[in-house]
């Protein structure tokens, strides 16, 4: 069977056995990105990084998997040897700094030259743990990113693994329980490089989509971000909401988490009510005569991202211009009053704006919808 690894990186290669000096530069500059950096520093973290590099590439098994926690997590997953038929597709977690991206290149360059498989590099914009803010945001990504990316891998029969064996002590407790939703077995060893690999199965976790189903107008627009006033939520389980700053609430990294896992049964059953958004007869009719399941998610999400952002503008159509995915643009000729926007690369929406609300007229694949917008 396949496997698709995702492993978080520390910075474990960069500091084990370094200097008294150079291992105090690297914990004071651990969540610092380059632009943040001296030219001293830089210069300093630059010449371990090289120095490692070095040494990773000459150093045996047994070496690397000293000098470096998440090697040593993945020799001990693959007995030793990197190199897997049919390939792995290994997916690196580095935090958004100079040292994790450093370190997780010094990673993917080991299993690149051991050809490993499929090797890509995973940045949530943000995530370090200089902040709490900072931190929970990135952890909001990971999990967007997990259904994302990792769903597609299951679907093709691919076991997928979390190598939680570096990074930091933070990240590692959200990935774990992220883990028992998303990874069918989660892998810790001790730094003993000859112990024993610890391999937890995934749990049996069912969820209880009751609370979301009955709030889930609202729970789709948190999800895109929508904050509310905390009295909006005060009648929901402590564990989905919380206070991003005074005033400003919304989903908390578990309510996330749990609406990402259920979003495949809330979202394609009937049309969200959102604000400043109108369905007309037609745009109903193609919603309910669309038979792909996750196609109809994706719309349901498209259309949470463009009412928070309308209700944020006012009611502006001008805000989705400006959004890159959406890429709204106005029809012209015949069709000038009217307006289209992209759900994702293989269908949109025609549209009409008129006093602060987007009247939605067709949904479907590109051409069908463009050759006939009204």
Known sequence: MPRCILSTVGTSVL????????AKLLRETANLREDELSAEQRSAIDHRVT?????????????RRRLSAELNGLYALCGGHLQSHPPDSHFLLATDTYQGQATAGLIRDVLESER???VTLFTPSGLSTRSQSA?????????????ATLEPFRDARYRITFNLVGSFKSL????????????DEIIYIFEDPAASLIRIPRLPIQLDLQFFRAHRDLAAQLAENRTVPPEALVNWPETLWEEYAPGQAGLSTWGALIWERGKQQLLDENLLHLPRLVYERSFIRDFEQHANRRERVVLQECLARVSVMLQDSGGDPAVLKRHGGLRYDNYSGANADLGHFRVNQNLCVSCRAD???LHLLHFGGHDAVNDHPR
């Open 355 to 357: 006093k602060g609300q």
């Open 135 to 147: 931190f929970v945001g990135g952890i909001r990504e990971v999990i967007r990113w997990c259904d």
């Open 51 to 63: 120095e490692m590099q070095r040494r990773l590439e000459a150093a045996s098994i047994a070496d």
């Open 172 to 183: 590692q407790g959200y990935l774990n329980t992220i883990g028992m939703f998303y990874a």
């Open 15 to 22: 500091t084990n056995a370094a200097p008294q000096d150079l």
């Open 116 to 118: 490993a498989g499929h």
